[in-house]
């Protein structure tokens, strides 16, 4: 028998949570910002949500951006989003949630190589509400390029 995924620091998420993948697959086909998503392994059972983020939202340099999601029946989650350069340099971040030693259950693995992390704090761990979180970090993220 595995760790109970509903213990802290069990080390284990739990399963993937399917019907959130979804949900958050539909909302993120409605976003200009989102030009593709697509899962895996597939449709009938994602574990894994990719949402390629539109190219042409970002100034020159930056050749690719996506945003890879897993969400667990526990609530635990992850938001790792990459982007690749011309120089072929990647600048990335993640929001976690799930059992870990290194930091709260709740953190955020920092920019620009996602390796060091520290706690986080979310007003809500509603699917929606993290997701709409996440893509407003990405669209400051955009226009920070932009402005730099």
């Known amino acids: 028998m595995g760790p109970d995924p509903t213990t802290p620091n069990s080390g284990s998420p739990g399963p993937p949570d399917r019907?959130?993948?979804q949900l958050l697959a539909r909302h993120l086909r409605t976003e200009a910002l989102i030009a593709e998503t697509k899962f895996d392994p597939d449709s009938y059972?994602?574990?894994?949500?990719?949402?390629?983020?539109?190219?042409?939202?970002?100034?020159?340099?930056?050749?690719?951006a996506r945003l890879d999601i897993r969400w667990?029946?526990?609530?635990?989650?992850s938001f790792h989003y990459v982007e690749t350069h011309e120089d072929e340099s990647r600048w990335?971040?993640?929001w976690d949630r799930h059992p870990n030693p290194h930091n709260a259950r709740v953190h955020f693995h920092q920019p620009p190589t996602a390796v060091?992390?520290?706690?986080?704090?979310?007003?809500s761990r509603h699917p929606l509400d993290?997701?709409?979180?996440?893509l407003?970090?990405?669209?400051?993220r955009i226009q920070s390029l932009w402005e730099n």
């Open 116 to 123: 060091e992390a520290t706690d986080l704090s979310l007003s």
């Open 92 to 94: 990335e971040c993640r």
């Open 45 to 64: 059972e994602p574990r894994l949500l990719h949402a390629l983020v539109d190219a042409g939202q970002y100034p020159e340099g930056v050749v690719a």
């Open 136 to 140: 407003d970090a990405i669209e400051g």
């Open 19 to 21: 019907q959130t993948l």
């Open 130 to 134: 993290v997701y709409s979180t996440i």
């Open 72 to 77: 667990f029946t526990t609530g635990d989650f």
